[in-house]
């Protein structure tokens, strides 16, 4: 038997590679009612023979760390879809993946919980940059805006 290799699915998971920093905007919601600006930092290389990019992200707030996470993003062959499994140091379950599609330049991911409907979008405008949003939804049709970020790469 051969062993799989890397689809062209795969490789578009390139363009998350590298070390980005971003000044961030936190909108009020119910899990930060305040809102308010922070810095990010998400750092992630290809791994596993091509078949995941592997990420790790901080963000602080006041100079201080205020929130961590590790995202796994790969792509389902069955499915035909992109999936991000994420974990993070508000301990936040991962029963399923995220699913995404790229819709041009932006790799758009969505996932439904108990608590809500998510969106997040990374949106490529250049090589170096990428526009970052995170958006919530109790019906899965309208979307109020959580946190937005013009991130470029060290």
Same mark, same amino acid.
């Given at each position: 038997?051969?062993?799989?290799?890397?689809?062209?699915?795969?490789?578009?998971?390139?363009?998350?590679?590298?070390?980005?920093?971003?000044?961030? %905007?936190?909108?009020?919601? /119910?899990?930060?009612?305040?809102?308010?600006?922070?810095?990010?930092? +998400? @750092?992630? *290389?290809?791994? !596993?023979?091509?078949?995941?990019?592997?990420?790790?992200?901080?963000?602080?707030?006041?100079?201080?760390?205020?929130?961590?996470?590790?995202?796994?993003?790969?792509?389902?062959?069955?499915?035909?879809?992109?999936?991000?499994?994420?974990?993070?140091?508000?301990? %936040?379950?991962?029963?399923? /993946?995220?699913?995404?599609?790229?819709?041009?330049?932006?790799?758009? +991911? @969505?996932? *439904?919980?108990? !608590?809500?409907?998510?969106?997040?979008?990374?949106?490529?405008?250049?090589?170096?940059?990428?526009?970052?949003?995170?958006?919530?939804?109790?019906?899965?049709?309208?979307?109020?805006?959580?946190?937005?970020?013009?991130?470029?790469?060290?």
């Amino acid at each position: 038997m051969e062993m799989p290799k890397p689809q062209p699915q795969h490789a578009r998971l390139k363009d998350l590679a590298g070390t980005w920093t971003a000044e961030e %905007t936190l909108f009020p919601s /119910p899990w930060d009612p305040q809102g308010g600006k922070a810095s990010g930092r +998400f @750092q992630s *290389r290809m791994d !596993l023979d091509g078949f995941f990019a592997i990420a790790d992200y901080a963000q602080e707030r006041g100079g201080h760390p205020s929130y961590r996470g590790h995202g796994v993003f790969g792509w389902d062959v069955e499915q035909k879809c992109y999936t991000l499994h994420w974990f993070d140091s508000m301990g %936040t379950p991962v029963s399923e /993946p995220m699913k995404g599609t790229w819709e041009g330049n932006r790799l758009v +991911f @969505q996932h *439904r919980s108990p !608590l809500c409907h998510s969106r997040i979008t990374y949106e490529f405008e250049k090589a170096d940059r990428y526009r970052f949003t995170m958006e919530s939804s109790q019906d899965g049709e309208q979307w109020a805006r959580m946190m937005e970020a013009s991130y470029a790469r060290k």
